[in-house]
């Protein structure tokens, strides 16, 4: 059976790892061949070839999943370089943008680069040109097209770079007749009219899958995705020889492993691609490549980098060496660089189209390499999980390097992963223009139903001055995509360029979607400077949300985005639209760079409560873009005392909860002052509540974790509701002062069923439940904090399902509710019974009844989904199956024929528990919830309080403060006010 062979697959590459584990630290070459030139002219209307316009899936994944190991690798919460924020400086629309190419090749691959006087961008398996206005000059012609060895070949995965210190456009592709690389250069800076040199290198009968070029002192170097299990020793780093190639003479191929490498399926290191006019010297071209710990045969997460040194006159002598490893002491965070246990369908869209690739284990093209006087530059990126805790998150993280003299070592000089709110981007492509500034454009996805994004693209970026580690930019749109991608296959790469004539000028070329046409679009944009006077207030550095006062202090930051210093301009502030406040900047803002200025004049911003909106700006005369002049912020004052309680920390759903389980929540000051000293509280469902003292200081908008002394007893089995509580007195704001959180203490949670083939539930919808994506686990996930109300007395409901498999009717499910709230699903509590999946991707809707006298109020209920035909039996709830998932939810169960008032009087119990201090607690128990009346009566008769009362969950619970009335008998009431129930209370 599939699974089993794929089973025995993945243990032969674990027991290949443990058999040839010993790294090599060098290697010489292990293919060695040339080839020669085949002329072929200029780009005549008459050679142009039409492009297939047929739907085609190129290179249907020549790459194994990246399996990794379950609970292995760092890090275990959020990512610890993460920017979470956007950035603050305004960035400019692109200069221009066009469609570069509109196809239904599946992904395109979109490539592209500019040169001097043209733009040469190619997909699969086409290629055209354009201008550097935007103009078409070559229209979209085949691959085949260029001529000389690549006459009929239209296999893909192109490339195309732009090699400035010879000034002349490269054009790869690869083929299989026989399998080689395709590389053609063209004969000078014209693309259309200088004619190229074009060869065929073969590659040992293996097909070069995902082909990256760079540029390098002694030769053009390709990195591949091949050879995965046998990386170490075979082929996989090409090296042509640059040199004869200019010149269109027999020019030779080298090729190397890269020792000590660690794959599990596809990857794809890189060359350093140098940009700019300046090449390194020959040697010590750089190979690297990222390591993720969650890998077999990773310990810990780092960039390691190979050296190549070629010898063309004896390639023989050649050689590879690892040359570093740069890990957590050398400034590289862990990172989680895996999404999917491997597999290639991750990032969920919105209209219910597939899940796309996050183009996982993948150096994204280009790492570009920059020489500056001092030292070089590289930077790179790659996609990573922000946050493993949750529902799979994309973000790119990014990298410069720095080296401080040629052939030295490489040093991490920053590094950030940006992902600046809850939208995936991946597909990232990053650059270094000639002033240090940094652009990185990438692929935007959202399927929030609310505020949908279809796959668009979207850069930002950072000037060479601001602080490390972040993309400092505001993100601004290239272009927004129309619609999903109808296929899980995205573009597997994409490709941003710097223009060889001004070296500051970024080109992105990447992938959209317009219905099933795959539009592959430019836009151009620059970071740098290129206005001489040019000011702009950038951000507000006070004040900020606080307690504020009747004399603020506002102070800026305003930046220089000209070439030229700039001094004595006018900066202006205004509250809410009223009366401007001017002064004059006396200082002096060097070009590129920043400075802090105070304004003199305070602002009255005295009322609690109130949002103050700042607006600044600058006012120098002649500016060039009146655009980022000008920033508008909303600051608050805040109530000088609110804490609350955000979250419930501990304990969790868990087997055999013991009877001193900790009790720990993360308390926030939402107000404008530090508190200390103020009682927190939790109750478990509606007990007397547990009370203790925060007893630091809690900084104004910060948080704090706080464990309770006392322990929570979860002991029998059955759902806990805790609710945790701040009481601070005079506090501001009650709403945000408690938090709830359902646990449950069951006797089985059957951990350890594996999910990465794609078993189990994947999507999940019962009534108000609503689970998408669903992550594998460890194959159990609670879930119980997400509740619906089923109506027992409506006869059936319906739920819908999703698995990502389904094979020979094997893969069912079963459910079960706990109506008798014991923590332990029986036999005849479960509803459903191994109902097939038998469409995988694909929503099944099954229908299931209640018991007529099911219990009413809140009950666990438990899904399991597996493959049947192997271990673990799939209604046993406690089983483990060897495929599969388990998922715990939470079910209300109401009746909507129950009359409310009979409910009153014929089955509610109302209690009043002394606290102690005079502190009483009224409890009656119900599933209802709604709004009803509790009074409090002398023995007199005389009223003593009246109030509304809330279901809070699990009942109507009031704490009722007796501590100042007289001693005696009273009664309390809970009811409508027609009827209620009544008990009788001794306050002593």
């Given at each position: 059976m599939m699974k089993k062979l794929l089973f025995l697959f993945t243990f032969s590459i674990v027991f290949h790892l443990t058999c040839f584990g010993q790294?090599?630290?060098?290697?010489?070459?292990?293919?060695?061949?040339?080839?020669?030139?085949?002329?072929?002219?200029?780009?005549?209307?008459?050679?142009?070839?039409?492009?297939?316009?047929?739907?085609?899936?190129?290179?249907?994944?020549?790459?194994?999943?990246?399996?990794?190991?379950?609970?292995?690798?760092?890090?275990?919460?959020?990512?610890?370089?993460?920017q979470n924020k956007m950035g603050e400086i305004k960035a400019r629309t692109p200069i221009i943008t066009f469609d570069a190419a509109i196809s239904q090749s599946t992904p395109t691959d979109p490539t592209g680069v500019a040169g001097p006087d043209h733009y040469v961008n190619a997909w699969n398996s086409a290629f055209s040109i354009w201008d550097k206005s935007g103009n078409q000059?070559?229209?979209?012609?085949?691959?085949?097209?260029?001529?000389?060895?690549?006459?009929?070949?239209?296999?893909?995965?192109?490339?195309?770079?732009?090699?400035?210190?010879?000034?002349?456009?490269?054009?790869?592709?690869?083929?299989?007749?026989?399998?080689?690389?395709?590389?053609?250069?063209?004969?000078?800076?014209?693309?259309?009219?200088?004619?190229?040199?074009?060869?065929?290198?073969?590659?040992?009968?293996?097909?070069?899958?995902?082909?990256?070029?760079?540029?390098?002192?002694?030769?053009?170097?390709?990195?591949?995705?091949?050879?995965?299990?046998?990386?170490?020793?075979?082929?996989?780093?090409?090296?042509?020889?640059?040199?004869?190639?200019?010149?269109?003479?027999?020019?030779?191929?080298?090729?190397?492993?890269?020792?000590?490498?660690?794959?599990?399926?596809?990857?794809?290191p890189a060359g350093?691609?140098?940009?700019?006019?300046?090449?390194?010297?020959?040697?010590?071209?750089?190979?690297?490549?990222?390591?993720?710990?969650?890998?077999?045969?990773?310990?810990?997460?780092?960039?390691?980098?190979?050296?190549?040194?070629?010898?063309?006159?004896?390639?023989?002598?050649?050689?590879?060496?690892?040359?570093?490893?740069?890990?957590?002491?050398?400034g590289v965070s862990p990172?989680?660089?895996?999404?999917?246990?491997?597999?290639?369908?991750?990032?969920?869209?919105?209209?219910?189209?597939p899940d796309l690739d996050a183009l996982q284990a993948t150096m994204m093209y280009m790492t570009q390499y920059r020489r500056f006087a001092g030292y070089n530059s590289v930077v790179m990126n790659f996609v990573v999980d922000v946050d493993p805790t949750a529902a799979e998150h994309a973000g790119i993280r990014w990298y410069e390097l720095r080296q401080q003299s040629d052939g030295g070592l490489w040093s991490v000089y920053q590094e950030g992963t940006y992902a600046p709110d809850k939208r995936d981007r991946f597909s990232g492509s990053i650059g270094i223009d000639a002033r240090g500034n940094i652009g990185l454009a990438y692929t935007v996805l959202d399927d929030s139903p609310a505020d949908p994004v279809a796959p668009s693209l979207r850069y930002t970026g950072r000037f060479v001055n601001d602080q490390l580690g972040l993309m400092t930019l505001e993100e601004q749109s290239i272009v927004e995509g129309e619609s999903p991608d109808p296929n899980s296959r995205y573009g597997d790469y994409a490709h941003l360029s710097i223009d060889p004539s001004d070296g500051v000028t970024f080109w992105h070329n990447g992938e959209v979607f317009r219905g099933n046409q795959r539009v592959n679009k430019v836009g151009v944009f620059r970071i740098a400077a290129d206005e001489p006077n040019d000011i702009g207030v950038t951000s507000l550095l006070t004040p900020q949300d606080a307690t504020l006062t009747s004399s603020e202090v506002i102070s800026v930051r305003i930046r220089n985005f000209g070439t030229n210093a700039q001094s004595d301009f006018e900066v202006s502030y205004s509250i809410n639209g009223g009366p401007e406040v001017t002064e004059t900047f006396e200082g002096s803002i060097a070009a590129s760079s920043f400075a802090e200025f105070t304004f003199e004049q305070t602002a009255d911003l005295s009322e609690i409560g109130e949002i103050y909106t700042i607006t600044v700006s600058t006012n120098l005369e002649n500016d060039s873009n009146p655009e980022n002049d000008t920033i508008e912020e909303q600051v608050k004052n805040l109530p000088p005392r609110d804490v609350g309680v955000t979250s419930i920390d501990a304990p969790s759903t868990g087997q055999s909860l013991g009877g001193t389980e900790e009790?720990?929540?993360t308390l926030e000051n939402f107000g404008g002052e530090p508190q200390q000293g103020f009682p927190v509280t939790y109750q478990i469902g509606n007990n007397a509540p547990v009370r203790e003292v925060f007893n630091q200081s809690l900084p104004v908008g910060e948080e704090a974790v706080f464990t309770f002394n006392q322990t929570a007893s979860l002991e029998p089995f059955g759902r806990y509701r805790i609710t945790a509580r701040t009481r601070l007195e005079d506090d501001f704001d009650p709403s945000n002062d408690s938090e709830t959180k359902s646990v449950a203490n069951l006797n089985c949670i059957p951990e350890g069923s594996d999910c990465s083939f794609g078993d189990g539930i994947s999507y999940f919808e019962l009534g108000d439940i609503l689970n998408e994506r669903i992550p594998c686990g460890d194959g159990y996930i609670d879930f119980i904090g997400e509740s619906?109300?089923?109506?027992?007395?409506?006869?059936?409901?319906?739920?819908?399902?999703?698995?990502?498999?389904?094979?020979?009717?094997?893969?069912?499910?079963?459910?079960?509710?706990?109506?008798?709230?014991?923590?332990?699903?029986?036999?005849?509590?479960?509803?459903?019974?191994?109902?097939?999946?038998?469409?995988?991707?694909?929503?099944?809707?099954?229908?299931?009844?209640?018991?007529?006298?099911?219990?009413l109020g809140q009950h666990l209920l438990r899904i399991r989904a597996g493959d049947t035909?192997?271990?673990?039996?799939?209604?046993?709830?406690?089983?483990?199956?060897?495929?599969?998932?388990?998922?715990?939810?939470?079910?209300?169960?109401?009746?909507?024929?129950?009359?409310?008032?009979?409910?009153?009087?014929?089955?509610?119990?109302?209690?009043?528990?002394?606290?102690?201090?005079?502190?009483?607690?009224?409890?009656?128990?119900?599933?209802?919830?709604?709004?009803?009346?509790?009074?409090?009566?002398?023995?007199?008769?005389?009223?003593?309080?009246?109030?509304?009362?809330?279901?809070?969950?699990?009942?109507?619970?009031?704490?009722?403060?007796?501590?100042?009335?007289?001693?005696?008998?009273?009664?309390?009431?809970?009811?409508?006010?027609?009827?209620?129930?009544?008990?009788?209370?001794?306050?002593?």
């Amino acid at each position: 059976m599939m699974k089993k062979l794929l089973f025995l697959f993945t243990f032969s590459i674990v027991f290949h790892l443990t058999c040839f584990g010993q790294k090599q630290e060098k290697a010489g070459p292990v293919y060695i061949d040339s080839a020669k030139a085949v002329l072929s002219g200029s780009l005549s209307k008459s050679k142009l070839v039409p492009p297939s316009t047929e739907f085609k899936i190129y290179n249907p994944r020549n790459r194994g999943i990246n399996q990794v190991v379950p609970g292995k690798g760092l890090p275990k919460t959020e990512d610890p370089a993460l920017q979470n924020k956007m950035g603050e400086i305004k960035a400019r629309t692109p200069i221009i943008t066009f469609d570069a190419a509109i196809s239904q090749s599946t992904p395109t691959d979109p490539t592209g680069v500019a040169g001097p006087d043209h733009y040469v961008n190619a997909w699969n398996s086409a290629f055209s040109i354009w201008d550097k206005s935007g103009n078409q000059v070559v229209p979209p012609a085949s691959l085949a097209s260029i001529g000389g060895e690549f006459e009929g070949e239209i296999l893909g995965d192109p490339i195309v770079v732009y090699d400035e210190a010879a000034n002349r456009y490269i054009i790869s592709q690869f083929s299989d007749t026989p399998e080689s690389f395709l590389i053609a250069v063209s004969q000078g800076p014209d693309p259309v009219n200088d004619g190229w040199y074009t060869y065929r290198f073969t590659t040992n009968a293996v097909l070069p899958d995902y082909p990256k070029m760079s540029v390098w002192g002694d030769g053009y170097y390709i990195t591949t995705n091949k050879n995965s299990r046998t990386a170490d020793e075979s082929p996989v780093v090409y090296v042509v020889e640059r040199d004869k190639m200019l010149q269109g003479e027999t020019a030779q191929i080298v090729s190397f492993p890269l020792p000590g490498i660690e794959t599990n399926g596809f990857y794809s290191p890189a060359g350093f691609q140098t940009i700019g006019p300046d090449l390194p010297p020959p040697g010590n071209s750089p190979i690297i490549f990222l390591q993720d710990d969650s890998w077999a045969g990773v310990n810990e997460d780092h960039l390691k980098i190979w050296l190549i040194n070629v010898d063309w006159n004896n390639p023989g002598s050649s050689v590879i060496s690892e040359s570093q490893e740069l890990s957590a002491a050398d400034g590289v965070s862990p990172f989680i660089a895996t999404f999917d246990g491997g597999s290639f369908s991750n990032l969920a869209q919105p209209f219910d189209a597939p899940d796309l690739d996050a183009l996982q284990a993948t150096m994204m093209y280009m790492t570009q390499y920059r020489r500056f006087a001092g030292y070089n530059s590289v930077v790179m990126n790659f996609v990573v999980d922000v946050d493993p805790t949750a529902a799979e998150h994309a973000g790119i993280r990014w990298y410069e390097l720095r080296q401080q003299s040629d052939g030295g070592l490489w040093s991490v000089y920053q590094e950030g992963t940006y992902a600046p709110d809850k939208r995936d981007r991946f597909s990232g492509s990053i650059g270094i223009d000639a002033r240090g500034n940094i652009g990185l454009a990438y692929t935007v996805l959202d399927d929030s139903p609310a505020d949908p994004v279809a796959p668009s693209l979207r850069y930002t970026g950072r000037f060479v001055n601001d602080q490390l580690g972040l993309m400092t930019l505001e993100e601004q749109s290239i272009v927004e995509g129309e619609s999903p991608d109808p296929n899980s296959r995205y573009g597997d790469y994409a490709h941003l360029s710097i223009d060889p004539s001004d070296g500051v000028t970024f080109w992105h070329n990447g992938e959209v979607f317009r219905g099933n046409q795959r539009v592959n679009k430019v836009g151009v944009f620059r970071i740098a400077a290129d206005e001489p006077n040019d000011i702009g207030v950038t951000s507000l550095l006070t004040p900020q949300d606080a307690t504020l006062t009747s004399s603020e202090v506002i102070s800026v930051r305003i930046r220089n985005f000209g070439t030229n210093a700039q001094s004595d301009f006018e900066v202006s502030y205004s509250i809410n639209g009223g009366p401007e406040v001017t002064e004059t900047f006396e200082g002096s803002i060097a070009a590129s760079s920043f400075a802090e200025f105070t304004f003199e004049q305070t602002a009255d911003l005295s009322e609690i409560g109130e949002i103050y909106t700042i607006t600044v700006s600058t006012n120098l005369e002649n500016d060039s873009n009146p655009e980022n002049d000008t920033i508008e912020e909303q600051v608050k004052n805040l109530p000088p005392r609110d804490v609350g309680v955000t979250s419930i920390d501990a304990p969790s759903t868990g087997q055999s909860l013991g009877g001193t389980e900790e009790v720990t929540v993360t308390l926030e000051n939402f107000g404008g002052e530090p508190q200390q000293g103020f009682p927190v509280t939790y109750q478990i469902g509606n007990n007397a509540p547990v009370r203790e003292v925060f007893n630091q200081s809690l900084p104004v908008g910060e948080e704090a974790v706080f464990t309770f002394n006392q322990t929570a007893s979860l002991e029998p089995f059955g759902r806990y509701r805790i609710t945790a509580r701040t009481r601070l007195e005079d506090d501001f704001d009650p709403s945000n002062d408690s938090e709830t959180k359902s646990v449950a203490n069951l006797n089985c949670i059957p951990e350890g069923s594996d999910c990465s083939f794609g078993d189990g539930i994947s999507y999940f919808e019962l009534g108000d439940i609503l689970n998408e994506r669903i992550p594998c686990g460890d194959g159990y996930i609670d879930f119980i904090g997400e509740s619906t109300d089923l109506d027992r007395s409506q006869g059936d409901f319906t739920l819908r399902v999703q698995s990502y498999f389904a094979e020979d009717d094997a893969e069912q499910f079963s459910m079960w509710i706990d109506l008798d709230d014991n923590g332990v699903f029986d036999d005849e509590e479960r509803l459903i019974t191994s109902e097939v999946i038998n469409r995988k991707n694909t929503w099944l809707s099954f229908d299931f009844s209640l018991p007529a006298d099911a219990p009413l109020g809140q009950h666990l209920l438990r899904i399991r989904a597996g493959d049947t035909r192997y271990d673990g039996d799939l209604n046993d709830p406690c089983s483990v199956m060897q495929y599969g998932t388990t998922h715990d939810y939470s079910v209300n169960v109401t009746d909507s024929t129950i009359d409310i008032e009979d409910f009153i009087l014929n089955e509610a119990e109302l209690a009043v528990v002394t606290v102690g201090s005079g502190q009483y607690r009224v409890i009656m128990e119900t599933s209802f919830d709604e709004p009803l009346r509790i009074t409090v009566h002398n023995v007199l008769g005389q009223k003593m309080l009246e109030n509304q009362l809330f279901n809070e969950g699990e009942g109507y619970v009031y704490e009722l403060d007796m501590s100042y009335a007289a001693r005696g008998v009273y009664l309390v009431r809970v009811g409508t006010r027609k009827v209620g129930k009544v008990v009788r209370f001794i306050v002593k």
